[in-house]
Nanobody, 122 residues
Framework: QVQLVESGGGLVQAGGSLRLSCAAS?????IGWFRQVPGKERAFVAA????????YYADSVKGRFTISRDNAKNTVYLQMNSLKPEDTAVYYC??????????????????WGQGTQVTVSS
């Protein structure tokens, strides 16, 4: 069983930065970040392969967000720069429990954290 705990959310002004962390207990493979606003489906943000070599981003965050991982700490990070009000959401990390290509599909991830709120003020 894998447990994921997100941290690092908060309130920031537009143009600012935040770094989210996702600490995992247990073995994980690919890790993804998703975000959700009330009334909308949880949307893919970014994903990183088990060794950190491969990454993939949603078009809306490409060039502004960077996903990385430190396997020695069993932690994945999401560095968010040039934040916009439309980035406001609850951010969730998710882990795949098996070897598989990076995916943007929610149902392919087996474990989820509890989420951390990110609010970007204009």
């Amino acid at each position: 069983q894998v447990q994921l705990v997100e941290s690092g959310g908060g309130l920031v002004q537009a143009g600012g930065s935040l770094r989210l962390s996702c600490a995992a207990s247990g073995r994980t493979f690919s890790i993804g970040w998703f975000r959700q606003v009330p009334g909308k489906e949880r949307a893919f943000v970014a994903a990183v392969s088990f060794n950190g070599v491969s990454t993939y981003y949603a078009d809306s965050v490409k060039g502004r967000f960077t996903i990385s991982r430190d396997n020695a700490k069993n932690t994945v990070y999401l560095q968010m720069n040039s934040l916009k009000p439309e980035d406001t959401a609850v951010y969730y990390c998710a882990a795949d429990s098996d070897w598989a290509p990076l995916t943007t599909t929610r149902s392919k991830y087996d474990y989820w954290g509890q989420g951390t709120q990110v609010t970007v003020s204009s």
